[in-house]
């Protein structure tokens, strides 16, 4: 499991494998716009404040994927335990 800290709300939520981070935040109740949720579209995406994300999307440019600094969380997870996110 990841933990998921929104910034803005300063919610933590608990991403269970096989979850997507979006999935997890709707189950707690916090409203995210998603669209296609498979990482093509980039209606979800996110800057990432804090933590490595995992990209699994095939919208950030090589670039935008090397800095880690946005994230797709529809379909992208982390590399480490924790994402803080600006949501
Ligand atoms: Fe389309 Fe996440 S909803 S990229």
Redesign the pocket.
């Given at each position: 499991a990841l933990e998921v800290v929104l910034a803005r709300s300063g919610k933590s939520i608990i991403v269970a494998p096989g979850q997507t981070i979006t999935d997890a935040m709707l189950a707690e109740g916090v409203e995210i716009l998603?669209?296609?949720?498979?990482?093509?579209?980039?209606?979800?995406l996110t800057t990432v404040l804090e933590g490595e994300p995992d990209h699994r999307?095939v919208?950030l440019s090589p670039s935008e994927r090397s800095a880690g600094k946005t994230m797709?969380p529809?379909?992208s997870r982390c590399k480490g335990p924790r994402l803080v996110l600006d949501l």
């Amino acid at each position: 499991a990841l933990e998921v800290v929104l910034a803005r709300s300063g919610k933590s939520i608990i991403v269970a494998p096989g979850q997507t981070i979006t999935d997890a935040m709707l189950a707690e109740g916090v409203e995210i716009l998603t669209s296609c949720e498979q990482g093509v579209c980039g209606t979800c995406l996110t800057t990432v404040l804090e933590g490595e994300p995992d990209h699994r999307d095939v919208y950030l440019s090589p670039s935008e994927r090397s800095a880690g600094k946005t994230m797709l969380p529809c379909v992208s997870r982390c590399k480490g335990p924790r994402l803080v996110l600006d949501l």
